[in-house]
């Protein structure tokens, strides 16, 4: 297959000129930008769904709170257009002015309850700011795919929702988490740890192996995991670790059977961390 010619757009009346010369079904992958394997797994699994790739590159204000890390989160624009040259068809990477002519802006959308749980209660607002963003780039975009990773696990379940309640003409691709050969879940937040840190955050990647080897257990998986928290870890600070029905995302019952969503997060050296995984229970 020939490698598209990958163009960079800024604006979105850019964006919509070049979208309406895309022919073919089209599949959007929705970054903040610092990309990297993991991004590009998504990427891939785009190309693979769809003729042609869109691929934004924006840091939303909206989904950072008081004290968190907008300031400092990792931008580099000319390295993330480098790693995926060839790869997509456009990148969409407009500034915060273009995207919100106000801030904030008069209208958004709300996650509605399953963004006030777990990471929303962490950051209250975060997941309005997540809707209300993916909902502007995908009525930029129009495309028939969206690619969401498996490692956000509760901005994926979100998303889900958005577009069946909100009957958005658009199919959500769940893409699998990618990870280190340490087995640290990628994410442009690990930049930001030190080699003790990365050993720290191991942690969480345990933590899931032990909720997948106590399968298909429903009591088990949730032992492992209150095990791994109780255990505590030097330089961890969990927030928590969940054995998570994927429907109700509710704490599953000792009975439960069917897919189980094994969520967590916890700060390592101060940068907060998630991982996750899908495993599958039966009564005992």
Do not use: C
């Amino acid at each position: 297959m020939t490698k598209p010619a990958t163009q960079l757009v800024t604006t979105k009346d850019a964006l919509r000129a070049a979208r309406a010369r895309l022919e073919g079904p089209v599949a959007v992958v929705m970054t903040m930008g610092a990309l990297h394997e993991g991004h590009l797994s998504l990427v891939h699994r785009a190309r693979e769904v769809a003729r042609h790739v869109i691929l934004t590159d924006f840091v939303n204000p909206l989904q950072f709170g008081p004290g968190e890390d907008l300031e400092t989160y990792p931008r580099d624009l000319d390295a993330d257009l480098a790693l995926v040259d060839g790869l997509v068809d456009l990148v969409f990477a407009p500034s915060v002015e273009e995207m919100y002519p106000v801030l904030p802006p008069a209208v958004s959308v709300s996650a509605g309850r399953l963004g006030t749980a777990l990471e929303g209660a962490a950051r209250p607002g975060h997941f309005d700011g997540v809707v209300t963003v993916v909902t502007k780039l995908l009525q930029l975009t129009a495309p028939e795919v969206a690619v969401f990773g498996r490692k956000d696990a509760q901005q994926l379940a979100i998303v889900q929702a958005l577009v069946r309640d909100l009957d958005l003409p658009v199919r959500i691709e769940a893409a699998p988490i990618v990870r280190e050969p340490s087995g640290l879940a990628r994410s442009s937040r690990n930049v930001r740890l030190d080699a003790a840190g990365r050993e720290h955050a191991l942690a969480l990647s345990r933590a899931v192996r032990a909720a997948e080897a106590a399968a298909p257990s429903a009591p088990g998986i949730r032992v492992a995991l209150a095990d791994a928290v109780s255990a505590g870890s030097p330089g961890v600070r969990w927030d928590y670790a969940l054995a998570l029905d994927p429907v109700a995302f509710e704490e599953i019952a000792d009975d439960h059977a069917g897919e189980v969503l094994v969520v967590m997060a916890a700060h390592v050296h101060g940068v907060r961390l998630l991982d996750a995984a899908v495993v599958e229970a039966t009564p005992s």
